[in-house]
């Protein structure tokens, strides 16, 4: 790679993690270590394998049908009553007793990847299409 002037923002990462993760003489510890409390995980360490990773790759047909009797997929179809969850982030949030979820909504249409188009009661669709994992069943 060429030194020069224009690209320096590529290189910020690098130096950056480079600073972070020597051991300085004063404190004998890196300083990620004194701001975070744990030490930092390099780069070459992630690519090493898990043994969650392993043990999760060598499972066999018996121990997956098992799991697979545990789950339950999330199923949505036209017309069903939902609730959707709020985000921590929203201005509606004021406090640790607050709902997690909102509304009664209909299902407009329910698309096979998980994608809903919501309407409220007065029958006015929402303003963003929502994932599937972020409403529930609505049972009245």
Known sequence: MVVNYIDWHEMLPYTLHKYLTSIRTSTKATTYSLVYGMEVVLPVEIEIPSLRVVVEA??????????????????????????????????????????????????????SRGALILTNLEDQDLKHPFNADLVKKFYP
């Open 58 to 111: 060598e499972l066999g047909d018996t121990d997956w049908r098992a799991f697979d009797k545990r789950t339950c997929p999330r199923t949505f179809h036209e017309g069903d009553l939902v609730l959707k969850k709020l985000f921590p982030t929203s201005k509606d949030r004021k406090g640790k007793w607050t709902p997690n979820y909102e509304g009664s909504y209909i299902v407009k249409w329910a698309f």
